[in-house]
């Protein structure tokens, strides 16, 4: 397999982007979807902007924490597939399905919930009761979403990427049109501002389903001698660990973002809006940095599946994560510097609301941090959950963001820096991840501490 050619920077630095490219293509894609939502809604009203940012960055949230749980387990999809265990593929795929039903409906039980819930939380009655009733619309469409995805990682993880980034550029220009139709109010329909958005987005969602799914079920390979019963115990066991580890980690950061956007809602609307805007502004960017974490995660478990079957000169995992890093922070450098000579033109994309144009451009430079040190996160945590380390990564991650809450709400309150405080704790947040997970991964590859686990253990 391409994937796993002897150590060598040109070779592996082409076969990275030969797998991670498809998969840039279909996360950008997503993203592309985000910023479509943000910009035709900022730009309809900053307002319906602010109560779209309010239910999407809460209860929104909670697709990605179930999502982490789907996906999180899906991670034996390539390690099978390195060893050359077709079946155990699509079995560990299949194993998925139930549960991305069944948290969609958990999910779309929770998005009733909205109204009350913000506010409790302190936001204005009219804003909670808006952002409540898009929270209900949203929750329509977790199930189809975590199908879609547990569905598009299967393929990926087979080493099919470019079908998953067709289905999504074709998703993009469907929800541009949608949005089109339905936010602003043309060929004849109304205009229901952000509602309209939350129509689009759970219509897409459903569409992407259905056509994700229906390719994945064509790959089904059959059995062959040795293959674990659908219904093993150790490998589901693994799997659900697997996931659990990933879904508290994601649990996490929704309350770490949320709680953000909490605090920009005390400082007011306009507060809650730029913030909103700041981070969609680098959700591409992340998100292309998250196509190269997933596709070394996937080269990462792949070399542990072939190491187990005894293939030989594979690529030491450190080589692996540097090569991802190097060409990680190469193509980062382009977006920080336009971040940072530019600010203005990119909050511009935006809103013509002048106070928000303002603020935004004033967060763009200082966000653009978050870009470096977030990817590398990515990374790292990508290929340690490849090698099974699930507890310690969690605790890293875990910890710093707990500890982010505090002194977020210090400086943006008790400093008085507001929205630029929120960004500034984010910022020290990361950093100190980075460094944590990047030295937990380093002492868990030193010389020959590191060999392949066995099916059911973890690293300690």
Same mark, same amino acid.
């Given at each position: 397999?391409?994937?796993?050619?002897?150590?060598?920077?040109?070779?592996?630095?082409?076969?990275?982007?030969?797998?991670?490219?498809?998969?840039?293509?279909?996360?950008?894609?997503?993203?592309?979807?985000?910023?479509?939502?943000?910009?035709?809604?900022?730009?309809?009203?900053?307002?319906?902007?602010?109560?779209?940012?309010?239910?999407?960055?809460?209860?929104?949230?909670l697709v990605d924490i179930f999502a982490a749980?789907?996906?999180?387990?899906?991670?034996?999809?390539?390690?099978?597939?390195?060893?050359?265990?077709?079946?155990?593929?699509?079995?560990?795929?299949?194993?998925?399905?139930?549960? @991305?039903?069944?948290? *969609?409906? &958990?999910?779309? /039980? +929770? $998005? =009733?919930?909205? !109204?009350?819930?913000?506010?409790? %939380? #302190?936001?204005?009655?009219?804003? @909670?009761?808006?952002? *409540?009733? &898009?929270?209900? /619309? +949203? $929750? =329509?469409?977790? !199930?189809?979403?975590?199908?879609? %995805? #547990?569905?598009?990682?299967?393929?990926?993880?087979?080493?099919?990427?470019?079908?998953?980034? +067709?289905?999504?550029?074709? !998703?993009?220009?469907?929800?541009?049109?949608?949005?089109?139709?339905?936010?602003?109010?043309?060929?004849?329909?109304?205009?229901?501002?952000?509602?309209?958005?939350?129509?689009?987005?759970?219509?897409?969602?459903?569409?992407?389903?259905?056509?994700?799914?229906?390719?994945?079920?064509?790959?089904?390979?059959?059995?062959?001698?040795?293959?674990?019963?659908?219904?093993?115990?150790?490998?589901?066991?693994?799997?659900?660990?697997?996931?659990?580890?990933?879904?508290?980690?994601?649990?996490?950061?929704?309350?770490?973002?949320?709680?953000?956007?909490?605090?920009?809602?005390?400082?007011?609307?306009?507060?809650?809006?730029?913030?909103?805007?700041?981070?969609?502004?680098?959700?591409?960017?992340?998100?292309?940095?998250?196509?190269?974490?997933?596709?070394?995660?996937?080269?990462?478990?792949?070399?542990?599946?072939?190491?187990?079957?005894?293939?030989?000169?594979?690529?030491p995992h450190r080589f692996i994560v540097g090569?991802?890093?190097?060409?990680?922070?190469?193509?980062?450098?382009?977006?920080?510097?336009?971040?940072?000579?530019?600010?203005?033109?990119?909050?511009?994309?935006?809103?013509?609301?002048?106070?928000?144009?303002?603020?935004?451009?004033?967060?763009?430079?200082?966000?653009?941090?978050?870009?470096?040190?977030?990817?590398?996160?990515?990374?790292?945590?990508?290929?340690?959950?490849?090698?099974?380390?699930?507890?310690?990564?969690?605790?890293?991650?875990?910890?710093?963001?707990?500890?982010?809450?505090?002194?977020?709400?210090?400086?943006?309150?008790?400093?008085?820096?507001?929205?630029?405080?929120?960004?500034?704790?984010?910022?020290?947040?990361?950093?100190?991840?980075?460094?944590?997970?990047?030295?937990?991964?380093?002492?868990l590859t030193q010389g020959a501490r590191r060999?392949?686990?066995?099916?059911?253990?973890?690293?300690?």
């Amino acid at each position: 397999m391409s994937a796993l050619r002897a150590p060598g920077l040109r070779s592996n630095v082409i076969d990275l982007l030969s797998l991670a490219l498809p998969m840039i293509v279909s996360r950008a894609g997503l993203a592309a979807m985000s910023i479509a939502d943000s910009v035709m809604v900022s730009r309809y009203s900053a307002g319906q902007f602010a109560q779209l940012s309010l239910a999407d960055g809460t209860l929104g949230r909670l697709v990605d924490i179930f999502a982490a749980f789907i996906l999180g387990g899906l991670v034996l999809v390539p390690r099978a597939f390195g060893a050359g265990k077709l079946h155990a593929c699509a079995r560990i795929w299949r194993r998925s399905i139930a549960p @991305a039903v069944g948290l *969609g409906l &958990l999910g779309a /039980l +929770l $998005g =009733l919930t909205g !109204a009350p819930l913000f506010l409790r %939380l #302190g936001q204005g009655p009219e804003l @909670a009761a808006a952002a *409540g009733t &898009l929270s209900t /619309l +949203l $929750g =329509l469409g977790y !199930a189809a979403a975590l199908l879609a %995805l #547990g569905a598009a990682v299967f393929i990926e993880g087979v080493k099919r990427p470019a079908v998953v980034a +067709l289905a999504v550029v074709g !998703a993009n220009i469907l929800n541009v049109a949608l949005n089109w139709l339905l936010i602003g109010g043309n060929a004849g329909l109304p205009a229901l501002g952000a509602r309209g958005c939350v129509i689009s987005t759970t219509i897409v969602r459903f569409v992407l389903a259905i056509v994700l799914v229906a390719y994945a079920l064509r790959f089904d390979p059959k059995p062959v001698a040795g293959d674990m019963p659908a219904d093993d115990p150790a490998e589901t066991a693994v799997q659900r660990t697997l996931g659990l580890g990933a879904a508290a980690v994601a649990a996490i950061m929704l309350l770490l973002t949320a709680s953000l956007l909490v605090f920009a809602g005390w400082l007011g609307p306009l507060a809650l809006a730029v913030l909103a805007a700041t981070f969609t502004l680098n959700a591409p960017v992340m998100l292309l940095a998250l196509g190269i974490a997933d596709a070394t995660g996937i080269r990462v478990a792949a070399r542990d599946g072939a190491n187990a079957s005894g293939q030989p000169d594979l690529p030491p995992h450190r080589f692996i994560v540097g090569t991802s890093l190097g060409v990680m922070l190469a193509i980062l450098s382009v977006f920080v510097a336009a971040w940072c000579a530019v600010p203005r033109f990119l909050a511009g994309l935006f809103t013509h609301d002048p106070a928000m144009l303002a603020g935004l451009a004033a967060l763009v430079p200082a966000a653009s941090s978050l870009l470096i040190f977030d990817s590398i996160c990515f990374i790292v945590v990508s290929a340690l959950r490849a090698l099974r380390d699930v507890a310690f990564p969690t605790i890293i991650e875990v910890a710093t963001m707990v500890a982010l809450v505090p002194l977020a709400a210090w400086l943006a309150f008790g400093l008085g820096q507001g929205v630029h405080g929120l960004i500034v704790a984010a910022l020290a947040s990361a950093v100190c991840r980075a460094t944590l997970l990047v030295c937990r991964f380093g002492w868990l590859t030193q010389g020959a501490r590191r060999t392949t686990l066995p099916l059911g253990a973890e690293a300690s």
